[in-house]
């Protein structure tokens, strides 16, 4: 199994500034089978980024996800208020097998 | 518009099942792979089952392996969950979610509470 391992845990930001958060697997990723969700209090996850760079429909394009193999990051180039929530990455691999980050808290500064 | 509501979690307690359902609406849903997906109070995401858009591909987590059954009605646009067996760790929210190509979950519903406590 594919573990996915987030970093930092929390990051405190302000608005308008940028947020790398970044997930690291334990062995590559196929095909670029990578996803990140934002999560809410209280709100089901929404999907952001799949194909490890790809937007999701009706994602705002301050968000951008990059990388290949093990490393994977998400970016947010300005911060706006309603981004700061927790983020999970998510891999699928063969089986199938859908493994989750232990997710990166965005933090208010 | 595109929804997934699910319904029949609740209180039970070791030993005992469960059975949740989630009602598709605003996409044809025989079109589409469809899974469960839960998430401890407090704790993160873990997958828990999926299943082929005509029913005949299932699989399921090691986690719940032999315990849960998936099954799906695209007659009632319904995706069910029946949970037996049940374990203090299995005690969270469920969620139906939308598979999007194979890799993704793009559409999720609000959840459904279980807990698993005597």
């Known amino acids: 199994e594919i573990v996915l391992t987030q970093s930092p845990g929390t990051l405190s930001l302000s608005p308008g500034e940028r947020a790398t958060l970044s997930c690291r697997a334990s062995?590559?990723?196929?095909?670029?089978?990578l996803a990140w969700y934002q999560q809410k209090p209280g709100q089901a996850p929404r999907l952001l980024i799949y194909?490890?760079?790809s937007r999701a429909t009706g994602i705002p394009d301050r968000f951008s996800g990059s990388g290949s193999g093990t490393d994977f990051t998400l970016t947010i180039s300005r911060l706006e208020p309603e981004d700061f929530a927790v983020y999970y990455c998510?891999?699928?691999?063969?089986?199938?097998?859908?493994?989750f980050g232990q997710g990166t808290k965005l933090e208010i500064k | 518009q595109v929804q997934l509501v699910e319904s029949g979690g609740g209180l039970v307690k070791p030993g005992g099942s469960l059975r949740l359902s989630c009602a598709a609406s605003?996409?044809?849903?025989?079109?589409?792979?469809m899974s469960w997906i839960r998430q401890a109070p407090g704790k993160g995401l873990e997958w828990v089952s999926y299943?082929?858009?005509?029913?005949?591909?299932?699989y399921y987590a090691d986690s719940v392996k032999g315990r849960f059954t998936i099954s799906r009605d695209n007659a009632k646009n319904s995706l069910y969950l029946q949970m037996n067996s049940l374990r203090a760790e299995d005690t969270a929210v469920y969620y139906c979610?939308?598979?999007?190509?194979?890799?993704?979950?793009?559409?999720w519903g609000q959840g459904t509470m279980v807990t698993v406590s005597s």
């Open positions: 979610a939308r598979i999007f190509r194979v890799d993704a979950f793009d559409i």
């Open positions: 605003g996409f044809t849903f025989s079109d589409y792979y």
């Open positions: 299943i082929s858009s005509s029913g005949s591909t299932i």
């Open positions: 062995q590559s990723v196929s095909s670029s089978y």
């Open positions: 194909g490890a760079s």
């Open positions: 998510q891999q699928y691999g063969s089986s199938p097998e859908y493994t």
